[in-house]
């Protein structure tokens, strides 16, 4: 280091400038163990690899479901050239979606507590055992801030709360990405740990250390109680013999107008004026002979086809109930449309994402895919889609367009 | 090699898994970080980053400290044969509390005006009973456990 010119200089003549780096050099060769550096400054017994290993387990099934649920839902919802989503069997989307959103509840309590669990190696010494140790710790960032906002923006989704300031389904979607390779990498560093821990030889770095209270398999089990006490009071918002039970779940399946829940009202959608014009018509239009136009009670007079069918919605709640309408392969066929098309049905809403559904032949084609005018005896109210709404077998909620006024053959 | 006392450690990470683990992950992570750019508008990215690392410095700096000194009051505070049945209770009252924020807060409503649908019950008792339930049974497993060590010392 040169000595030339230098304003500052101490008593020795040298700049102060070394002084400072040469403290800086040793600070980092040997920085002071304090606070959570401190050797023995986490005295728990929980801190274990057992307990970890389990709680790492569960987290990786946990995950693994909610993430290839999640690309399901996603997909059905933006379809592929390679994916064709099905009407059948007409309970799998709400399974599946339901799965979805309960396994991420059941998945909070494992991330909490395997993160205090494995908390100390935060502030493991050395901080760093060259690059490879340097990159598995780079990898621990994405895995733990990922799996965090994927289970707090799932939480505030399904409770309506929109807070972020941005697109909740490519936040969510693309963070599972990076969660997901993260925890790849990380399954890799520790498969050798989990391994030891299954085969009863774990190591026992620890015993000795503070006990008395939850033992390392209370621990696991009391992650475990608090999952099933969450996923519980919940899971009635879609499994129907649990519904007394979801006493803190975001939705009931049976409040709302006509005894079920509603999504987008009349009013949110701008449709309240327009969807009770006495000049509304359903249209049948595009790749047709004819165009056909309806009014209310050209539909009424028709012999109408009932079903019993599912709203599945993306947040994870469902409801039955029978539907009386009709069949959108009837209208192809009295346009005159191919009985193979493709259909896209279009609603009143002049905005939004989910204002049109395509349904793709399987769709167009199933005899209970139905432009439904009536729910459980009644005309529609409302706010569920009056005067006519789509509803389909195995259809998330969000495709099941209400206030329709056109289909067009595609 | 392995620093006394840390849960999971198994060294430096080596071998083929490991190596095949890091290649496969880091595509993964790069697609996800490649489709974010592509789909997320550039207004919403710092807005995005803000809630993926805000909520690992909140995770590690606030709660888990925060649950750490919680648990020292146990410690202190529970006699030791009663201290895992309320080590549990306290954790599912937690984790219960904080996945119930958002229908607790309620401004889901606020978002679905005229909705009456969305977020139908009353949260706050509804919760209070939930725990009333869990400190009950914590309850019962704590006269057990308080039973159980006074029959292993009359042995």
């Given at each position: 280091?040169?000595t030339?010119?230098?304003?500052?200089?101490?008593?020795?003549?040298?700049?102060?400038?070394?002084?400072?780096?040469?403290r800086?050099?040793?600070?980092?060769?040997?920085?002071?163990?304090?606070?959570?550096?401190?050797?023995?400054?986490?005295?728990?017994r929980?801190?274990?690899?057992?307990?970890?290993?389990?709680?790492?387990?569960?987290?990786?099934?946990?995950?693994?479901?909610c993430?290839?649920?999640?690309?399901?839902?996603?997909?059905?919802?933006?379809?592929?050239?390679?994916?064709?989503?099905?009407?059948?069997?007409?309970w799998?989307?709400?399974?599946s979606?339901?799965?979805?959103?309960?396994?991420?509840?059941?998945?909070?309590?494992l991330?909490?507590?395997?993160l205090?669990?494995?908390?100390?190696?935060?502030?493991?010494?050395?901080?760093?055992?060259?690059?490879?140790?340097?990159?598995e710790?780079?990898?621990?960032?994405?895995?733990?801030?990922?799996?965090?906002?994927?289970?707090?923006?799932?939480?505030?989704?399904?409770?309506y709360?929109?807070?972020?300031?941005?697109?909740?389904?490519?936040?969510?979607?693309?963070?599972a990405?990076?969660?997901?390779?993260?925890?790849?990498?990380?399954?890799?560093?520790?498969?050798?740990?989990?391994?030891?821990?299954?085969?009863?030889?774990a190591?026992?770095?620890?015993?000795?250390?503070?006990?008395?209270?939850?033992?390392?398999?209370?621990?696991?089990?009391?992650?475990?109680?608090?999952?099933?006490?969450?996923?519980?009071?919940v899971?009635?918002?879609?499994?129907?013999?649990?519904?007394?039970?979801?006493?803190?779940?975001?939705?009931?399946?049976?409040?709302?107008?006509?005894?079920?829940?509603?999504?987008?009202?009349?009013?949110?959608?701008?449709?309240?004026?327009?969807?009770?014009?006495?000049?509304?018509?359903?249209?049948?239009?595009g790749?047709?002979?004819?165009?056909?136009?309806?009014?209310?009670?050209?539909?009424?007079?028709?012999?109408?086809?009932?079903?019993?069918?599912t709203?599945?919605?993306?947040?994870?709640?469902?409801s039955?109930?029978?539907?009386?309408?009709?069949?959108?392969?009837?209208?192809?066929?009295?346009a005159?449309?191919?009985?193979?098309?493709?259909?896209?049905?279009?609603?009143?809403?002049?905005?939004?994402?989910?204002?049109?559904t395509?349904?793709?032949?399987?769709?167009?084609?199933?005899?209970?895919?139905l432009?439904?005018?009536?729910?459980?005896?009644?005309?529609?109210?409302?706010?569920?889609?009056?005067?006519?709404?789509?509803?389909a077998?195995n259809?998330?909620?969000?495709l099941?367009t209400?206030?329709?006024?056109?289909?067009?053959?595609? | 090699?392995?620093?006394?006392?840390?849960?999971?450690?198994?060294?430096?990470?080596?071998?083929?898994?490991?190596?095949?683990?890091?290649?496969?992950?880091?595509?993964l992570?790069?697609y996800?970080?490649?489709?974010?750019?592509?789909?997320?508008?550039?207004?919403q990215?710092p807005?995005?980053l803000?809630?993926?690392?805000?909520?690992?410095?909140?995770?590690?700096?606030?709660?888990?400290?925060?649950?750490?000194?919680?648990?020292?009051?146990?410690?202190?505070?529970?006699?030791a044969?009663?201290?895992?049945?309320?080590?549990?209770?306290?954790?599912?009252?937690?984790?219960?509390?904080?996945?119930?924020?958002?229908?607790?807060?309620?401004?889901g409503?606020?978002?679905q005006?005229?909705?009456?649908?969305?977020?139908?019950?009353?949260?706050?008792?509804n919760?209070l009973?939930?725990?009333?339930?869990?400190?009950?049974?914590?309850?019962?497993?704590?006269?057990?456990?308080?039973?159980?060590?006074?029959?292993?010392?009359?042995?």
């Amino acid at each position: 280091m040169s000595t030339a010119g230098g304003p500052s200089r101490d008593a020795g003549g040298r700049p102060a400038r070394t002084h400072v780096l040469r403290r800086v050099a040793a600070l980092v060769a040997a920085p002071p163990r304090v606070g959570p550096l401190r050797e023995g400054a986490f005295p728990s017994r929980l801190h274990d690899e057992r307990p970890a290993a389990w709680l790492g387990i569960s987290l990786g099934v946990t995950f693994a479901v909610c993430f290839a649920t999640g690309l399901l839902s996603d997909l059905i919802q933006h379809p592929q050239a390679w994916f064709a989503w099905t009407p059948r069997p007409a309970w799998l989307y709400r399974v599946s979606q339901g799965t979805h959103v309960l396994t991420g509840l059941a998945a909070v309590p494992l991330l909490l507590v395997k993160l205090w669990v494995v908390y100390p190696r935060l502030w493991q010494w050395p901080p760093l055992r060259g690059v490879v140790h340097l990159t598995e710790r780079l990898t621990i960032a994405p895995l733990v801030a990922g799996a965090l906002f994927l289970l707090a923006t799932g939480v505030m989704n399904i409770g309506y709360w929109y807070a972020w300031g941005f697109g909740f389904v490519e936040g969510h979607y693309w963070a599972a990405w990076i969660t997901i390779g993260a925890l790849v990498v990380h399954v890799g560093a520790k498969a050798g740990v989990v391994g030891r821990v299954l085969r009863g030889r774990a190591r026992d770095a620890r015993d000795g250390a503070q006990g008395n209270g939850l033992s390392r398999r209370g621990l696991v089990a009391g992650a475990w109680l608090a999952s099933g006490l969450v996923v519980l009071t919940v899971a009635g918002e879609t499994v129907p013999f649990l519904r007394r039970l979801a006493v803190l779940a975001p939705r009931d399946m049976r409040a709302g107008p006509q005894g079920f829940p509603v999504n987008k009202t009349a009013a949110g959608a701008d449709v309240a004026e327009t969807a009770v014009d006495p000049g509304w018509r359903l249209r049948v239009e595009g790749a047709v002979d004819q165009v056909l136009t309806f009014t209310i009670d050209d539909l009424r007079a028709r012999s109408l086809t009932e079903a019993t069918l599912t709203i599945a919605c993306v947040e994870g709640w469902s409801s039955t109930q029978r539907w009386r309408g009709v069949p959108v392969l009837e209208l192809v066929a009295e346009a005159g449309g191919a009985p193979d098309a493709s259909v896209r049905v279009e609603s009143l809403q002049t905005f939004g994402p989910y204002r049109a559904t395509t349904l793709n032949p399987a769709f167009a084609t199933d005899p209970d895919t139905l432009l439904a005018l009536d729910v459980d005896g009644e005309p529609l109210h409302l706010d569920h889609g009056f005067p006519v709404r789509l509803i389909a077998p195995n259809n998330p909620g969000v495709l099941q367009t209400k206030w329709v006024e056109k289909v067009v053959v595609l | 090699m392995t620093p006394a006392g840390e849960p999971g450690d198994d060294g430096v990470p080596h071998g083929s898994v490991w190596w095949t683990a890091l290649g496969a992950g880091t595509l993964l992570m790069a697609y996800g970080v490649y489709g974010l750019l592509g789909q997320l508008a550039p207004e919403q990215r710092p807005r995005w980053l803000l809630w993926f690392l805000g909520g690992l410095a909140v995770h590690d700096l606030v709660v888990v400290p925060a649950v750490l000194v919680a648990g020292l009051l146990v410690r202190r505070a529970v006699p030791a044969a009663v201290r895992a049945p309320v080590q549990t209770g306290l954790l599912a009252s937690a984790v219960l509390a904080v996945v119930s924020i958002p229908v607790l807060t309620g401004y889901g409503r606020a978002s679905q005006p005229g909705n009456a649908s969305v977020l139908p019950f009353d949260y706050v008792p509804n919760l209070l009973g939930v725990l009333a339930l869990v400190w009950a049974l914590t309850a019962v497993a704590a006269v057990a456990a308080v039973l159980r060590a006074r029959r292993a010392r009359a042995r």
